[in-house]
């Protein structure tokens, strides 16, 4: 089973790597893209006893995410927990 | 609308980062997390022409994740335009 962890900049936090791409894709005439935000992606595999308890995985997951993968200051997270 | 890409290692490719976190789990006493891989998370949002059209949304943001955001040597990419 697989876990997936997405941690983003806050909104009021400067991405300065977001802009470089979005800046990239306009000198390269791509159209249409009016923002662009990067980020870090985390694909947990699960083993034995967490990927047999859906609902403990997704506690987990959460605490993981949010203690060890999530700088609070200046980051924020999403997650999913595959079924 | 927004579109969002995650770009990876392939599974080939060592990811030390990746290998690295999962250490520090351990470490910290984490437990049933069998493997972690780090990823890049791209959020583009996308404007008046490009969200008025889905399907060329669609085939628009894969050229971008393709042409700009992945290195096809050793990274692979999926995508997901909102509905």
């Given at each position: 089973m697989k876990a997936h962890v997405y941690v983003t900049l806050k909104r009021?936090?400067?991405d300065a790597q977001g802009q470089t791409v979005a800046g990239a894709l306009r000198r390269m005439d791509f159209?249409?893209?009016a923002d662009v935000r990067q980020g870090k992606y985390f694909q947990l595999t699960l083993d034995g006893s967490l990927a047999a308890d859906p609902a403990r995985a997704q506690v987990e997951v959460e605490r993981i995410a949010r203690?060890?993968?999530?700088?609070?200051v200046i980051e924020e997270f999403t997650l999913r927990v595959e079924p």
């Amino acid at each position: 089973m697989k876990a997936h962890v997405y941690v983003t900049l806050k909104r009021s936090v400067l991405d300065a790597q977001g802009q470089t791409v979005a800046g990239a894709l306009r000198r390269m005439d791509f159209k249409g893209i009016a923002d662009v935000r990067q980020g870090k992606y985390f694909q947990l595999t699960l083993d034995g006893s967490l990927a047999a308890d859906p609902a403990r995985a997704q506690v987990e997951v959460e605490r993981i995410a949010r203690e060890v993968l999530t700088n609070p200051v200046i980051e924020e997270f999403t997650l999913r927990v595959e079924p």
